[in-house]
């Protein structure tokens, strides 16, 4: 079958993680063109990935199937600036951009194409990413942006818009909360008397395993942490100086912090 050309505007971080997994996928390298402004990036994305690159985003809107608009939420209008007419009449626009809604997206682009937004995250580059998708635009143009999401990991769709804000809050900017998690493990091991290496592999490996009880095990988190914690043990006394500690709390903030910041985003 004709592989879809899938175009990205922007070829940053985030859309390198997708077409990470569009081409471990099978995605061929010809049908991905990306435009970024920066002839370094260019140069890294098409001799890592073989895909097409251009400094022109018209000329990679115009060849789109679909186009995953991928660059920051702030830098989204003048990237759309004259693209509207060089679309395909059944291109699907995917939007990855935390907090644009599709409305305002219709407003850029016209009311005539099909818009499904998208928030996925970084673990995408190596197939594990977490994305979810919002659209009230036809199958066709779910299931397209779902063939993109489904090369990179797990895809589910929401059924409200405003839960995207949400969704960015937890699974968007969420791999980060546990990357910090990991870095303050690590650096507090080395105090302990651990090298470095030591310290990043324990740290990294335990994080794989948590993460894949998580997701194989039929218990909860719950569960699973009281699994660990032998009473009057050492998780016991690791776990009552975080609570002591406020760590809930700050967690619980500052997940809350980012849905606000992405409802600020959509202005
Ligand atoms: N990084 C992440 O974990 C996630 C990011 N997102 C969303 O993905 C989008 C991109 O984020 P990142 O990849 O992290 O940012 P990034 O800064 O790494 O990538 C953006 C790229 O767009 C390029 N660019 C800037 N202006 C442009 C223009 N006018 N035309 C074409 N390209 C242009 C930049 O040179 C840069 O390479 C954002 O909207 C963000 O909200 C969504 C989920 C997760
Ligand atoms: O930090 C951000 O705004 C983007 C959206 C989710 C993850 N990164």
Same mark, same amino acid.
């Given at each position: 079958?004709?592989?879809?050309?899938?175009?990205? /505007?922007?070829? +940053? #971080? =985030?859309?390198?993680?997708?077409?990470?997994?569009?081409?471990?996928?099978?995605?061929?390298?010809?049908?991905?063109?990306?435009? *970024?402004?920066?002839?370094?990036? !260019?140069?890294?994305?098409?001799?890592?990935?073989?895909?097409?690159?251009?400094?022109? #985003?018209?000329? @990679?809107?115009? %060849?789109?199937?679909?186009?995953?608009?991928? &660059?920051?939420?702030?830098?989204?209008?003048?990237?759309?600036?004259?693209?509207?007419?060089?679309?395909?009449?059944?291109?699907? &626009?995917?939007? /990855?951009?935390?907090?644009?809604?599709?409305?305002?997206?219709?407003?850029?682009?016209?009311?005539?194409?099909?818009?499904? !937004? @998208?928030?996925?995250?970084?673990?995408?580059?190596?197939?594990?990413?977490?994305?979810?998708?919002?659209?009230?635009?036809?199958?066709?143009?779910?299931?397209?942006? *779902?063939? @993109?999401?489904?090369?990179?990991?797990?895809? &589910? !769709?929401?059924?409200?818009?405003?839960?995207?804000?949400?969704?960015?809050?937890?699974?968007?900017?969420?791999?980060?909360?546990?990357?910090? =998690?990991?870095?303050?493990?690590?650096?507090?091991?080395?105090?302990?008397?651990?090298?470095? *290496?030591?310290?990043?592999?324990?740290?990294?490996?335990?994080?794989?395993?948590?993460?894949? =009880?998580?997701? *194989?095990?039929?218990?909860? %988190?719950?569960?699973?942490?009281?699994? &660990?914690?032998?009473?009057?043990?050492?998780?016991?006394?690791?776990?009552?100086?975080?609570?002591?500690? +406020?760590?809930?709390?700050?967690?619980?903030?500052?997940?809350?912090? %980012?849905?606000?910041?992405?409802?600020?985003?959509?202005?």
């Amino acid at each position: 079958m004709q592989q879809l050309t899938i175009s990205f /505007i922007g070829g +940053g #971080n =985030m859309a390198e993680a997708l077409i990470a997994g569009l081409r471990n996928a099978g995605h061929e390298g010809a049908k991905i063109w990306v435009s *970024e402004p920066q002839q370094a990036r !260019r140069d890294f994305l098409m001799q890592t990935y073989a895909v097409k690159v251009s400094a022109d #985003n018209a000329e @990679v809107a115009k %060849a789109a199937d679909v186009l995953v608009l991928a &660059v920051k939420p702030q830098q989204m209008k003048p990237a759309l600036n004259g693209l509207s007419a060089e679309l395909k009449a059944d291109v699907t &626009v995917v939007s /990855i951009a935390a907090g644009i809604s599709s409305s305002v997206l219709h407003e850029w682009l016209g009311d005539r194409v099909s818009i499904v !937004r @998208v928030m996925p995250n970084t673990p995408a580059l190596v197939g594990a990413g977490m994305s979810a998708l919002y659209s009230d635009a036809d199958e066709l143009h779910k299931q397209r942006a *779902e063939y @993109v999401l489904k090369a990179c990991g797990e895809s &589910v !769709r929401v059924e409200r818009e405003s839960q995207m804000h949400a969704v960015t809050a937890l699974s968007g900017s969420g791999p980060a909360y546990f990357f910090l =998690m990991a870095e303050i493990m690590k650096a507090t091991g080395v105090k302990l008397g651990l090298s470095e *290496e030591l310290a990043s592999q324990l740290a990294a490996q335990t994080a794989l395993g948590a993460g894949k =009880m998580l997701t *194989e095990s039929d218990r909860t %988190a719950e569960q699973l942490r009281h699994q &660990v914690t032998s009473p009057g043990g050492t998780t016991q006394a690791a776990l009552d100086e975080m609570y002591e500690m +406020g760590l809930p709390a700050a967690v619980r903030k500052g997940v809350i912090a %980012a849905s606000k910041r992405s409802e600020e985003l959509a202005g």
